[in-house]
T-cell receptor, first 112, second 111 residues
Framework: KAGVTQTPRYLIKTRGQQVTLSCSPI?????VSWYQQTPGQGLQFLFE???????NKGNFPGRFSGRQFSNSRSEMNVSTLELGDSALYLC???????????FGPGTRLTVL | SQQGEEDPQALSIQEGENATMNCSYK?????LQWYRQNSGRGLVHLIL?????REKHSGRLRVTLDTSKKSSSLLITASRAADTASYFC???????????FGRGTSLIVHP
């Protein structure tokens, strides 16, 4: 099976702009989670989608949003970008059989 | 907030030596998972150990879990330069499927 894919891999934006990141899970996985990783805060959970519904949500402001499509692909959107949003954004799909999360390579977002 | 906390924060060893990393957590768990991350890349799942298990092996990896002490350890035997990476423990608790990650241990294996 193909692994989790994320696009784009690198992104440079300026403050105030918005950005959309995309994630394609492993075939058959219905759960997709998003994480933000920064040197200061480590790996922080953003949200999880399951069958097109947001099932869990982390402690992030409303500028961070996401959605999931019927084919389980997911997007996350960050509006009104701030310098502190610079981070590696990781997507993971979960196997309901093994309880294991499989991570994509991440999108490196730099906000200038 | 982090549930698991890894110790040490950084570890530097020579190839061929064993590397041991520890993880402590605060609340009862359903399972505990270990992941590896090479610099700036995605995480790779290594091992999942459930709360009713005490030890699991996978190749050169050995994970133990002591629920009475709320701690786990990851042992990498006969380490290689390619094992250089950050290692994270993540706990799953309650009715959530979402793992909560620690800060990680940075392992450097010198050839």
């Amino acid at each position: 099976k193909a692994g989790v894919t994320q696009t784009p891999r690198y992104l440079i934006k300026t403050r105030g702009q918005q950005v959309t990141l995309s994630c394609s899970p492993i075939s058959g996985h219905r759960s997709v989670s998003w994480y933000q990783q920064t040197p200061g805060q480590g790996l922080q959970f953003l949200f999880e989608y399951f069958s097109e519904t947001q099932r869990n949500k982390g402690n992030f402001p409303g500028r961070f949003s996401g959605r999931q499509f019927s084919n389980s692909r997911s997007e996350m959107n960050v509006s009104t970008l701030e310098l502190g949003d610079s981070a590696l954004y990781l997507c993971a799909s979960r196997s309901s059989v093994t309880d294991t999360q499989y991570f994509g390579p991440g999108t490196r977002l730099t906000v200038l | 907030s982090q549930q698991g906390e890894e110790d040490p924060q950084a570890l530097s060893i020579q190839e061929g030596e064993n590397a041991t990393m520890n993880c402590s957590y605060k609340t009862s768990i359903n399972n505990l998972q270990w992941y590896r991350q090479n610099s700036g890349r995605g995480l790779v799942h290594l091992i999942l150990i459930r709360s009713n298990e005490r030890e699991k092996h996978s190749g050169r990896l050995r994970v133990t879990l002591d629920t009475s002490k709320k701690s786990s350890s990851l042992l990498i035997t006969a380490s290689r330069a390619a094992d250089t990476a950050s290692y994270f423990c993540a706990t799953v608790s309650g009715g959530s499927y979402i793992p909560t990650f620690g800060r990680g241990t940075s392992l450097i294996v010198h050839p």
